[in-house]
């Protein structure tokens, strides 16, 4: 339960500017309209968002891992780490993921409380059946 609870982090997006993400970084990089309109032939119709590990510059433009896209109406769409170039003056924004040390606490806190409750509440043994208690024991013969 503690091991879920500490992998399943939570996470804040902080704007990084241009010449500072470090390789392996996790990035969020939102395109500009027209960005989002010619690079449809790479990462599909309507993309706004583009998240996935930085791994370097090459000529001006951006070279990511992809891991999900989002779309203009706030659709999700995962990938596998395919590698996409982004052309700098594509880019609106770029944010870079850190782990919410605060809200993952909290969330461990709440999955901890939880187990806590429910074993409270039904105890080490419960098995959701009623011992089978009806009839007469053995008879004395």
Partial sequence: MLLVATTSACYNY?????????????????LTDPGSDLLTGYLGPDIRVVRGRFMRIDEAAFV???????SRRGNSYSWQGETVTV???????????????????LLALA??????????????GASGTTPSGGGRGPSPH
């Fill in 14 to 30: 902080v704007p990084v500017g241009r010449s500072q993400p470090t390789p392996a970084s996790f990035l969020a990089v939102r």
């Fill in 111 to 124: 999955s901890i409380a939880g187990f806590v409750v429910t074993y409270v509440a039904f105890g080490p």
């Fill in 64 to 70: 990511l891992s992809v891991a999900s896209v989002e």
């Fill in 87 to 105: 052309p700098g003056e594509f880019i609106w924004n770029m944010e870079e993921r850190h782990p919410a040390r605060a809200k993952t606490a």
